[in-house]
């Protein structure tokens, strides 16, 4: 039997994200090709209850105990790995392990920023992905987004970056809508807006929140914020002041929130900082419209006549009469998410973003 190529996947945490989501579409699709690791460098493996159980999977809980390069480097040797993938700068002590003391071919994914670079890359990080990126395999991104300021900003050869669009499995997804609705979380009779994302700063659902308290009158409507975080307690309080909590339903963490996105009508995002999310692509999928902020691919990757409901990141004023027009129109939803159907079918399949990284991983441990 063919021995199976070990891959070590090193993370900042292994919980809700959209970079751990794209990794287990991957090694769920890929099924028994390879042996995996997985490092969280924070302890959060709650992700790993979505790998396939039939998988070869190792789990190392947090890095205690790894505190310096020569500990790093002692790791990645005692896994003796056919490949080591580490992801978004939060792994960064990693790559430079890495990239001074190479102990296998090393990939890097960089999937987005966090809130300390939502508004522009931090010198000393820019120098740093510079001076090493250069030294690896291969950089992997999801949007054009960060193609485009791999090549300019971290000066990297053309060569050395490989863009992969995320993809979702329509079909899968449209199980879901067969299953009943959470009345709790889905009040019936009204427009549902639905947002999913971890509750941190970058995410900006206090900007969704204001944008939804201040539409213009129309037909009923609810907000249902998928996700929990450290902003969960000042979201909750803004809600209250505002006179909005019988509208706003905080549901939480889900392992599988495209259960709840399946029984909304309108996907909402809201971030100062994204590339390519995942969630976005469930909604088209699920063959909804997306109204929210202009951000990484998002203009791109919806439908044409979805791009006027993607307006500037900081006009929320912009942002509540796209909302309104929503909630007035089931027409216009309805063709919209069609169209959007339609876009994440042609360009955005798990099946081809499955099928990219197995050629990546078959090239580089070969």
């Not at 509750?199 to 249902?224: Q, Y």
Request: aromatic residues 6%.
């Amino acid at each position: 039997m063919k021995r199976q190529p070990h891959l070590l996947h090193i993370l900042p945490g292994f919980g809700t994200g959209g970079i751990q989501t794209v990794l287990c579409r991957v090694l769920n699709g890929l099924g028994r090709r390879y042996r995996h690791s997985i490092l969280a460098l924070n302890g959060d493996l709650s992700s790993a209850e979505r790998l396939d159980p039939s998988l070869d999977v190792d789990l190392s809980e947090g890095a205690d105990g790894i505190d310096g390069f020569l500990d790093r480097r002692r790791f990645i040797r005692a896994a003796a790995p056919d490949l080591v993938m580490t992801s978004n700068f939060g792994t960064y002590d990693w790559v430079i392990a890495q990239a001074i003391a190479p102990a296998a071919p090393h990939i890097h994914q960089e999937h987005g920023f966090g809130p300390e670079e939502a508004h522009g890359e931090i010198t000393r990080r820019v120098w740093a992905r510079r001076l090493t990126l250069s030294r690896i395999h291969r950089l992997v991104v999801p949007s054009r987004t960060l193609e485009d300021k791999a090549r300019t900003s971290w000066r990297l050869r053309p060569e050395k970056i490989l863009r992969i669009a995320n993809g979702v499995d329509a079909a899968d997804l449209a199980v879901l809508e067969t299953g009943p609705a959470d009345r709790a979380m889905l009040p019936a009779g009204r427009v549902i807006f639905i947002t999913v994302a971890p509750l941190r700063p970058e995410k900006r659902i206090d900007r969704l929140i204001r944008a939804f308290a201040s539409m213009p009158s129309g037909p009923k409507a609810a907000l249902v914020i998928v996700g929990d975080g450290p902003e969960r307690p000042a979201l909750e309080e803004l809600a209250r002041l505002l006179g909005c909590t019988e509208d706003i339903h905080f549901a939480g963490f889900r392992l599988q929130p495209a259960q709840l996105l399946a029984h909304a009508h309108v996907y909402a995002i809201s971030s100062d900082t994204e590339q390519l999310p995942a969630s976005v692509l469930e909604a088209m999928a699920l063959a909804m419209p997306v109204v929210g902020t202009a951000v990484g691919d998002v203009p791109l990757m919806v439908a044409d006549d979805n791009g006027p409901f993607i307006v500037g990141r900081d006009d929320e004023p912009a942002l509540a009469r796209a909302m309104a027009e929503l909630a007035r129109n089931a027409g216009l939803r309805e063709d919209l998410g069609r169209a959007n159907r339609e876009r994440q079918l042609a360009e955005f399949d798990a099946g081809a973003m499955v099928d990219a990284y197995r050629q990546l991983y078959d090239r580089a441990t070969g």
